[in-house]
């Protein structure tokens, strides 16, 4: 948990918020504007590899199956493998939804839905991430929201910047 937090610190947020945070669980949402097609955006983002920070994945061989009860899974050294989430709904161009628990959530007693919303805006594509989360942790929410929606806000922008720029990352200068 600690090791979440610490590296959600490093997260650059953009258009993030905590949208609710109960005893039971909490919500994030993230929105940003991508030069882009909509098209454009769905293809990239069910390239996980390419644009997930390796930081916060156990190997970074990410993979995603975008059909309905497809995977999105990585495979780590010496044959193990996770299974992060599981795809609900695949609208290419539009919509996909995930559920499962992202990183630290899967030790816990929790179940979340991931939704990437991508619609048709004046300057390419609007795009909102949205992460539902609900059941039990001894700690809270309070803090844990917060480290969520960091390092998810950081995930968007990497997507953002693969696909304007093509690279996930800020060039140096």
């Known amino acids: 948990m600690a090791a979440w937090v610490l590296l959600s610190a490093l997260a650059r947020p953009s258009e993030a918020e905590v949208v609710g945070v109960s005893a039971s669980g909490f ?7 991508i030069a882009a097609s909509p098209a454009t955006v769905y293809q990239a ?7 997930w920070d390796a930081a916060h994945s156990y190997s970074g061989s990410l993979t995603l199956d975008a059909r ?6 990585e495979t780590l050294p010496g044959g193990g493998s996770v299974q992060h989430m599981v795809v609900v709904n ?14 630290p959530l899967q030790g816990m007693g929790v ?7 991508i619609e ?6 609007q ?19 917060k480290g969520v929606d960091q390092v998810l806000a950081l995930q968007l922008e990497r997507l953002k910047r693969l696909i304007e720029t093509g690279r996930p990352t800020a060039q140096a200068p």
Not at 27 to 33: H, I, L, M, T, Y
Request: charged share 15%; proline share 3%; net charge positive.
């Open 27 to 33: 919500e994030v949402r993230e929105q940003a504007s």
């Open 45 to 51: 983002a069910i390239t996980p590899s390419a644009w």
């Open 68 to 73: 309905a009860g497809g995977c999105w899974c």
């Open 90 to 103: 695949a609208m290419p161009g539009k919509l996909l939804r995930l559920r499962g628990a992202l990183g």
């Open 111 to 117: 179940e979340g839905a991931l939704s990437i919303r």
């Open 120 to 125: 048709s805006g004046a300057s390419g594509a």
């Open 127 to 145: 795009v909102s991430l949205t992460y539902a989360v609900g059941g039990y942790s001894a700690r809270g929410f309070e803090e844990l929201s």
